[in-house]
T-cell receptor, first 111, second 112 residues
Framework: TQLLEQSPQFLSIQEGENLTVYCNSS?????LQWYRQEPGEGPVLLVT?????EVKKLKRLTFQFGDARKDSSLHITAAQPGDTGLYLC???????????FGTGTSLTVIP | DAGVIQSPRHEVTEMGQEVTLRCKPI?????LFWYRQTMMRGLELLIY????????DSGMPEDRFSAKMPNASFSTLKIQPSEPRDSAVYFC??????????FGNGTRLTVT
């Protein structure tokens, strides 16, 4: 099992603030995905990044894959209460469609 | 599509009893995954299937756990006998090669 460490583990911020969540590993991944999970539900896929150095934007969310494909970051601009949830990164090893999930960052955005 | 469907949503059972969790993947998906989520260990991959064939079950905790996928539209995860430490949320997920993983809403298992 490849270990994916996410930081911070918990984050509580005021509405309108910016934040960055990190996902780090010593392993190289062929692709990396970010998910958001709300209480009582399963994780929902937000984005997949494949190329080292790739940057993808999804409205106020910006995802970056590290050049060496070992790490990734998620930046949220002007956070809103609807962004509250557990953010999970998941790395794919090889091409076996098998994803290893990170430890998660629990985000709370206070109105 | 209705998404990945899991049943039951909640299961409370006594230690020693058999528990069966059920999953219907998204039609057309060729991969099916069983995950377990706890506060302490996060989301752990237990086993996954490709085209109904188990590929990697190295995440299955012990012999008390077994999973089957008799056809492309149905899978079960069975725990026999169950123990309190098995209490967790169990997720089934499916995907099509090269695309993202779609999760069900999970089964919350409590073993007393």
């Amino acid at each position: 099992t490849q270990l994916l460490e996410q930081s911070p583990q918990f984050l509580s911020i005021q509405e309108g603030e910016n934040l960055t969540v990190y996902c780090n590993s010593s392993s190289v991944f062929s692709s990396l995905q970010w998910y958001r999970q709300e209480p009582g539900e399963g994780p929902v896929l937000l984005v997949t990044v494949v190329t080292g150095g790739e940057v993808k934007k999804l409205k106020r969310l910006t995802f970056q894959f590290g050049d060496a494909r070992k790490d990734s970051s998620l930046h949220i601009t002007a956070a809103q209460p609807g962004d509250t949830g557990l953010y999970l990164c998941a790395g794919e090893e090889g091409t076996g469609n098998q994803f290893y999930f990170g430890t998660g960052t629990s985000l709370t955005v206070i109105p | 599509d209705a998404g990945v469907i899991q049943s039951p949503r909640h299961e409370v059972t006594e230690m020693g009893q058999e528990v069966t969790l059920r999953c219907k993947p998204i039609s057309g998906h060729d991969y099916l995954f069983w995950y377990r989520q706890t506060m302490m260990r996060g989301l752990e991959l237990l086993i996954y299937f490709n085209n109904n064939v188990p590929i990697d079950d190295s995440g299955m905790p012990e012999d008390r756990f077994s999973a089957k996928m008799p056809n492309a539209s149905f899978s079960t995860l069975k725990i026999q006998p169950s123990e309190p430490r098995d209490s967790a949320v169990y997720f089934c997920a499916s995907s099509y090669t090269g695309t993202g993983v779609h999760f069900g809403n999970g089964t919350r298992l409590t073993v007393t």
